[in-house]
C-alpha cells in the first residue's frame, strides 16, 4: 500500500467533521455556505481570507509542466486582509467611481473602475456545446490488481491510489437549465496516473444516437432548441427531435434507453457510467483484448418518476448538484466500481454476433460478464466552480500506455472534436495548463507560445534533432514507459462513404431492452413516449414514431398510439426474436441506503424527534427536520435543541426519499392559500393537520415513498387519505422501532407494488 495521498487526507478530514457534529461542533446538516458562522453586523476589523470548508479540495498545487510544487492547497486561492487590484496595490474604496466633484463625471483616469468592469466584462467563457450543464467532484480511484492480466496501465495496479477528478452533466441543456429534465448525463472521469493522463469520457447510457462522428451535429442541431424561437430548452419532447431520430432510425436504441427512467436519475450517486465504445487494451506482452467499461455505483440504480422530475426541475433546478455536493460533505461519499467487458480481439471485431465498433449496440453482460478493475470514491466538493468544473476539458485521446483506441467511427470524430473545441472554448492550445487540467508528472513537449502559456520554457531549441540543448528531450521506448499505439493490421480496401453491413440492424437490440425491463419500467417508457410524441406539433411525426415503435414491440406500439389518440400501425417487418437480460432493468435487487435523505416532520413530542433522529443518523441516513416554523426544537432538560432545516414553506416531498411523521402539526401561520398556494389544495379531512403537510403526503405516496408515522402521526396519514395499511406505509410504531422497517424499504429505493401495472403489462415479467 502507498501512504495516504493528499485525497485521502482531505477525506480523512471529512470524516472527522462529520463525527464531530454529533458532538455539536459543527451543523450536521450539510449545506453552510461558508467555513465559519457569520455575525449579524458587518465585520469591520481586518482578516484574511478563510480556509475552504472541510468538504473542499483544490487541483494539486503542480506548475504548468507537471513537476509538483509542494505547496499547500491553497496556493493559489486569494491572500491578505485587504482589497487590491490585480497587481496588490491596496483600494480604499469599492463602492465610488472616481468623479470630478460628489455630482460630477466620471473620470476616464479611474484606473480602477476600468479594471474591475473589463475583467466583469470578460468574466464569462463560451459554454459547452452539449454537456453544458455540469457539476464535479474530486476523488481516488484504487485499483484493484484484476487487470494485469489484459492492461499495463499503472494506475489500474493492486492498490494503487490514483487522483481523480469527476464530472457529470446533462447533454442538451444550457449552463442555466434544470438538473432533473429528460436527458441523457455525462459521466467524464479525469485520472492523474503516473504515466500522464487518462479520460474517460462517457455517459449514464451505454449507447448512442449515431454510428459515425459526421451526424453529430445533426442529432445535436435536432435535439437543442428550435433556432427560431431558442424553445423548449433542455428537452426532447419537440418536433425536431423526433423528427431526425424517426427517420434516423439508428437513434431508436439509444432513444429508448432515454425514454425509460434511465433517462430520469435520481442521483448522480446512483446512476451508472459507460465508456460507450469499444476500447483496446494492451498488457506487459503486447497482448491486445477488446473492451467496454462499466462504473456500477455502489448505491444501485435508482431513477425519479417524471412528474417528481418535473416538480424538482420548479422547487429545486439545482438538485443533482446540491445532492451530490451534500453527500460529499455530509460524509456519505459516493462510489462506484469500474469494471470491462472483455472480448477476444479477432480480425472481425464481433463478439456473438454483435459488432464491437458499432456504438448503438451493447453486449449484455449475461454473455460478457463485467469484471471489476478498481473502485471509485469522491471525498472532495470543487473549491471554485469555474476555475475546476467548469474549465476542466475532457478528451478521449488521452490515453496513457495499456490503453489504445479502435476504428469505431464515432469514436475516431471524437478524437478530433474535443481537442478542437477546448481550443475555442477555452481560449487557446495551452488549456492542458489549466490548474484542474494538469498532469501530475514531468512535461517536456516543445510546444510553444500561445495564448494564456504559463510555463516558462528553457534552452533555445525547441525541435528534433538538436544539439544546442543537449539532444534533450530524448525519445523514448516501451521500456521508459512511452505510449506505443497497438500495430493493429489496416486492411487493403478503398476509399468509400459507406457503413459495415452489421450496422443496418437498428431494431434488436431496442427490442432486447424492451424485453429485459419490469412491467413498471415498461409503464414508465409509455409514458415518456406518450408525452414526448404527445409534444410534437406535426401529425406525420407523430406517425413516423408509432412506425418505430411498431418495428420494436406491438404492445408498447398499441399503448402510445392509444395516447396519443391514433392507429396503431403494423410492423414493416416483424419484429425478431430475443432474449432477454435481466441485467438492464434497474429493479428487483436491494441496495446501500447510506445517505439517502429522510423527511422528520416534527409534531409536539421533541423528545420523541430526538430519538428518531439519532437512529437515522446512526443508520448512515442524512435526517432533515420539517416544522411549521423555522428555528430550534425544544427537546428538554439539558439536551442540545434541534435545528428545524425545513419549513412548510420551503419543503417538498420531492427532495425527500422517505418521510417520517413524528407527530401530526396543526395549521402553520403560513398555511394560508393566500400567502402559501399549496396550502390551497381542497382537504376535507385534514382541518386539523397543516394542508402543506397533507400535499407533502400524498406526493409522496404516489411517487412510490416509503412512510412512516410515529408518536401520534397516523391522523396526518387519515388526513391525506393515506390508508395506514398501504404498501409501503408503517404506523403505530414507536420513536426507537421506526429505522430498521424503513431501511428494508429504502433498500429497493421505492415501494414499487403501491401501485400494480396495467393488466397488459403485468403478466410480462422478465
Request: charged content about 20%; aromatic content about 8%; glycine content about 10%.
Amino acid at each position: 500500500m502507498q501512504e495516504p495521498g493528499p485525497l485521502k487526507k482531505i477525506a480523512d478530514k471529512v470524516v472527522d467533521a462529520v463525527q464531530n457534529a454529533a458532538s455539536g461542533e459543527r451543523p450536521e446538516v450539510p449545506g453552510a455556505p461558508g467555513a465559519a458562522t457569520p455575525s449579524v453586523a458587518e465585520p469591520v476589523e481586518p482578516n484574511g481570507p478563510l480556509p475552504p470548508k472541510p468538504d473542499q479540495a483544490a487541483p494539486r498545487p503542480v506548475t504548468a509542466t507537471g513537476r509538483d510544487t509542494g505547496a499547500g492547497a491553497t496556493v493559489r486561492s486569494q491572500d491578505g486582509r485587504f482589497l487590491t487590484n490585480a497587481q496588490g496595490a491596496r483600494l480604499p474604496d469599492g463602492d465610488h467611481s472616481l468623479k470630478a466633484g460628489p455630482r460630477g463625471p466620471v473620470l476616464l483616469q479611474d484606473h480602477h473602475l476600468r479594471e474591475k468592469i473589463t475583467h466583469f466584462d470578460h468574466e464569462r467563457i463560451p459554454e459547452r456545446v452539449v454537456h453544458a450543464r455540469g457539476a464535479a467532484a474530486h476523488g481516488v480511484f484504487r485499483g484493484y490488481g484484476t487487470a494485469g492480466a489484459v492492461c499495463k496501465a499503472a494506475f489500474l495496479a493492486e492498490d494503487v491510489e490514483t487522483p481523480v477528478f469527476v464530472r457529470f452533466s446533462t447533454v442538451l441543456g444550457s449552463r442555466g437549465s434544470a438538473d432533473t429534465v429528460r436527458d441523457t448525463r455525462g459521466f467524464a472521469t479525469k485520472f492523474y496516473t503516473s504515466e500522464g493522463v487518462f479520460d474517460l469520457v462517457g455517459n449514464n447510457i451505454p449507447v448512442f444516437f449515431i454510428q459515425d462522428a459526421i451526424k453529430f451535429p445533426d442529432v445535436v442541431h435536432a435535439a437543442k432548441p428550435h433556432p427560431d424561437r431558442e424553445i423548449p430548452q433542455a428537452q426532447s419532447a419537440h418536433d425536431t427531435f423526433w423528427d431526425f431520430v424517426t427517420l434516423h432510425t439508428e437513434a431508436t436504441h439509444h432513444t429508448l434507453w432515454n425514454m425509460s427512467d434511465r433517462g430520469i436519475p435520481r442521483s448522480f450517486r446512483t446512476m451508472e457510467g459507460f465508456g460507450i465504445h469499444t476500447f483496446r487494451l494492451v498488457n506487459a506482452e503486447g497482448a491486445s483484448t477488446l473492451v467496454k467499461w462499466h462504473w456500477k455505483p455502489k448505491l444501485g440504480v435508482h431513477s425519479m418518476v417524471w412528474e417528481e422530475a418535473q416538480l424538482v426541475a420548479g422547487a429545486d433546478p439545482d438538485f443533482h448538484r446540491r445532492d451530490l455536493a451534500d453527500a460529499i460533505e455530509a460524509g456519505a461519499f459516493p462510489q462506484w466500481e469500474l469494471g470491462i467487458q472483455t472480448f477476444p480481439d479477432t480480425p472481425e471485431q464481433t463478439f456473438e454476433g454483435i459488432d464491437l465498433l458499432d456504438p448503438t449496440k451493447i453486449v449484455p453482460e449475461e454473455l460478457a460478464p463485467v469484471r471489476p478493475v478498481g473502485l471509485l470514491t469522491l471525498n472532495a466538493n470543487p473549491t471554485n466552480f469555474f476555475a475546476e468544473t467548469e474549465q476542466v476539458a475532457f478528451h478521449p485521446g488521452h490515453l496513457v500506455p495499456g490503453i489504445d483506441i479502435t476504428d469505431d467511427p464515432l469514436l475516431s470524430g471524437r478524437l478530433f472534436s474535443y481537442l478542437d473545441t477546448q481550443i475555442t472554448r477555452l481560449g487557446g492550445p495551452n488549456f492542458a495548463q489549466i490548474p484542474i487540467n494538469r498532469t501530475h508528472v514531468p512535461v517536456n513537449d516543445m510546444l510553444r507560445d500561445g495564448f494564456h502559456q504559463h510555463a516558462v520554457h528553457s534552452g533555445v531549441a525547441p525541435y528534433k534533432p538538436n544539439s544546442l540543448d543537449g539532444g534533450c528531450p530524448f525519445f523514448a521506448g516501451a521500456g521508459e514507459h512511452a505510449f506505443i499505439e497497438y500495430p493493429t493490421p489496416v486492411a487493403s480496401a478503398a476509399k468509400v462513404r459507406e457503413a459495415p453491413a452489421s450496422f443496418a440492424d437498428h431494431f434488436s437490440q431496442p427490442r432486447l431492452f424492451w424485453a429485459s425491463m419490469s412491467p413498471v419500467e415498461r409503464e414508465h417508457i409509455i409514458a415518456a413516449y406518450t408525452f414526448e410524441l404527445g409534444k410534437c406539433y406535426e401529425q406525420a411525426v407523430k406517425e413516423r414514431g408509432l412506425q418505430v415503435l411498431a418495428r420494436i414491440d406491438a404492445d408498447l406500439c398499441a399503448q402510445v398510439a392509444a395516447g396519443l389518440g391514433l392507429p396503431a400501425p403494423e410492423p414493416t417487418e416483424p419484429p425478431g426474436q430475443v432474449r432477454p437480460s435481466p441485467a438492464l432493468s434497474q429493479l428487483g435487487r436491494t441496495w446501500p441506503v447510506d445517505g439517502r435523505v429522510v423527511g422528520l416532520v416534527a409534531g409536539n413530542d421533541p423528545g420523541a424527534l430526538a430519538t428518531v433522529r439519532r437512529a437515522v443518523l446512526s443508520a448512515g441516513l442524512v435526517p432533515l427536520v420539517i416544522a411549521g416554523a423555522g428555528g430550534e426544537l425544544r427537546t428538554g432538560g439539558d439536551a442540545e435543541p434541534l435545528a428545524v432545516q425545513r419549513t412548510f414553506d420551503t419543503a417538498r416531498s420531492v427532495e425527500f426519499d422517505a418521510i417520517v411523521l413524528v407527530g401530526a402539526p396543526g395549521p402553520a401561520q403560513g398555511a394560508n392559500p393566500a400567502r402559501d398556494a399549496k396550502a390551497g389544495t381542497p382537504q376535507p379531512d385534514s382541518s386539523g393537520i397543516d394542508p402543506r403537510l397533507v400535499l407533502m403526503l400524498t406526493e409522496a405516496y404516489r411517487h412510490s415513498k416509503p412512510l412512516v408515522a410515529a408518536a401520534g402521526g397516523q391522523s396526518a396519514l387519515q388526513a391525506a387519505g393515506i390508508a395506514t395499511n398501504a404498501p409501503g406505509v408503517l404506523a403505530g410504531l414507536g420513536p426507537d422501532e421506526v429505522v430498521p422497517p424503513l431501511i428494508d424499504l429504502l433498500a429497493g429505493h421505492r415501494v414499487w407494488h403501491r401501485f400494480p401495472p396495467s393488466s397488459d403489462l403485468a403478466g410480462q415479467n422478465v
